[in-house]
């Protein structure tokens, strides 16, 4: 086997264990990461199979090993990339909605909050009225 094989294969393998170690400690949620590990699966398993690669290399007319890794590692995280990228947007849409939902539910709270000094100043004043007048 060719060392940019074994060398991509032994990256691989490093970026497979940080991930799970993120995992477990929870600094990366799940569902998030099977992005990266079906990524990091595909290239470790075409990596370490003579037969993906002649494979791909003879459909891509590529003669260098390291060509063919490079490129396959750069499509693969470019997917992971947009994945990742489409999760982000998301967040950020829901992240603003609910922004407008605490500012409207802001609004209301002091809005309440007003009405509710209103009605006991008023109150104050008729029962210092009561008191004023009945005596």
């Not at 970026?15 to 699966?41: D, N, Q, T």
């Not at 990228?85 to 809005?111: A, H, Y």
């Amino acid at each position: 086997m060719e060392p940019i094989r074994i060398a991509t294969a032994v990256l691989c393998v490093l970026l497979l264990l940080k991930i799970v170690f993120a995992l477990r400690r929870e600094h990366i949620r799940v569902e998030y990461s099977m992005a990266w590990l079906g990524a990091i699966c595909l290239l470790l398993g075409i990596c370490l199979s003579d037969f993906a690669m002649n494979r791909l290399a003879d459909l891509l007319q590529v003669r260098d090993a390291a060509v063919l890794l490079l490129l396959l590692a750069g499509v693969v995280f470019l997917f992971t990339f947009f994945s990742v990228t489409v999760q982000v947007s998301m967040l950020k849409d829901d992240n603003t909605v609910i922004g407008q939902k605490l500012g409207i539910l802001e609004w209301t709270v002091e809005r309440q909050a007003a009405e509710i000094r209103r009605l006991e100043a008023q109150s104050d004043a008729s029962d210092k009225a009561d008191k004023s007048g009945g005596a």
